[in-house]
């Protein structure tokens, strides 16, 4: 019997947080189910969201029988709290920026191989960092107008926790005769850093799978998300690691080419470009054996460490703090 909790709000009125943090909390929303919570400004993932992240997955872990990611702001998480990122570029802190790619790819780990369902809940924006959250939940349950996608280009970068390697997945990877188109089809989602305009279009646009659920009235969102996470919970068991058959770097930079000689890219473009294609070709070792998700993991980690060096990187995130708007450089 699920219980009449219809809303966060409803629990939180109710409960104090099992556990909390400046950015993050996690709530006993009834029935075996616990609730993470982002809070912080824009609900931008940053690392107390991170820390309270793994901890929610270690919590539900023990004794819970499903965990949601839902807030009830305008926007799920418009990504990475980019201002840290920046900071830390500016002080030469590479080994700190190295630090947070590895937590934030910890927590989508955590979030992907749960022993129990973890079911995400989004509205509004859920863009970059945010897109990468609902790629390693078990499933989604969404609101009909959700605008998500991996945008990481429009601040100089490429997506580092996750996003590339399970777009990938998504698009077919996994197979030999299919890794190639979908090498392809996510080096060009991600460097036009295309958007879906709606939950419909997220599954068009492979964010969002086919079993993966959607919500026209918001005020239901968080109850049929429950409802979604209970049923799943019945005989869940977490997806075994996936496996890539990756190659055809020639092939990436032929399109990339094409996109030069049109004059579509501009300079930096074309070097977040070159970044992507290492990334989601496989790197050196690519053709050999099929790459695991941790190959695929650092490749992104290396590249997205060696964007932030850059100082047309830190200019593009310095626009888009100051603006709100991508600078075209």
């Known amino acids: 019997m699920v219980s009449n909790l219809m809303k966060l709000s409803d629990a939180k009125a109710i409960h104090k947080p099992l556990a909390t943090n400046a950015s993050a909390s996690m709530w006993d929303v009834g029935d075996g189910v616990a609730c993470l919570e982002f809070h912080s400004k824009m609900n931008t993932i940053d690392l107390d969201t991170i820390a309270m992240g793994i901890e929610a997955v270690t919590i539900a872990s023990n004794g819970m029988r499903a965990l949601l990611i839902h807030n009830e702001a305008t926007h799920f998480s418009v990504g990475a709290n980019i201002g840290m990122f920046l900071n830390a570029a500016n002080a030469g802190d590479w080994a700190g920026i190295d630090m947070m790619v590895t937590r934030g790819q910890t927590m989508m780990r955590a979030f992907k191989f749960s022993p129990v369902p973890v079911v995400a809940a989004p509205a509004g924006l859920a863009l970059g960092g945010g897109c990468e959250v609902l790629l390693h939940c078990a499933a989604v349950q969404a609101h009909a107008g959700l605008s998500t996608g991996l945008v990481e280009p429009l601040v100089g970068l490429i997506p580092g926790w996750g996003g590339c390697k399970e777009l990938l997945i998504r698009k077919g990877a996994g197979s030999p005769e299919d890794a190639m188109p979908a090498i392809l089809a996510s080096f060009e989602q991600i460097t036009m850093a295309i958007t879906s305009k709606s939950?419909?279009?997220?599954?068009?646009?492979?964010?969002?799978?086919?079993?993966?659920?959607?919500?026209?009235?918001?005020?239901?969102?968080?109850?049929?998300?429950?409802?979604?996470?209970?049923?799943?919970?019945?005989?869940?068991?977490?997806?075994?690691?996936?496996?890539?058959?990756?190659?055809?770097?020639?092939?990436?930079?032929?399109?990339?080419?094409?996109?030069?000689?049109?004059?579509?890219?501009?300079?930096?473009?074309?070097?977040?470009s070159q970044h992507l294609a290492i990334v989601?070709?496989?790197?050196?070792?690519?053709?050999?054996?099929?790459?695991?998700?941790?190959?695929?993991?650092?490749?992104?980690?290396?590249?997205?460490?060696?964007?932030?060096?850059?100082?047309?990187?830190a200019a593009r995130i310095d626009a888009m703090l100051k603006t709100g708007k991508p600078l075209r450089n």
Do not use: W
């Not at 993991?297 to 060696?306: G, W, Y």
């Open 199 to 272: 939950a419909i279009e997220a599954k068009a646009l492979n964010y969002l799978r086919s079993h993966d659920g959607m919500t026209m009235n918001i005020e239901q969102l968080f109850a049929d998300a429950k409802t979604l996470a209970l049923k799943m919970a019945e005989n869940y068991v977490p997806p075994q690691p996936a496996h890539f058959h990756l190659s055809g770097l020639d092939a990436v930079e032929k399109m990339m080419q094409v996109e030069t000689r049109s004059g579509k890219s501009l300079p930096h473009d074309r070097v977040i």
């Open 280 to 313: 989601l070709s496989g790197g050196e070792e690519a053709g050999a054996t099929p790459q695991s998700e941790d190959v695929i993991f650092e490749l992104e980690k290396q590249n997205f460490v060696a964007l932030c060096k850059m100082p047309a990187t």
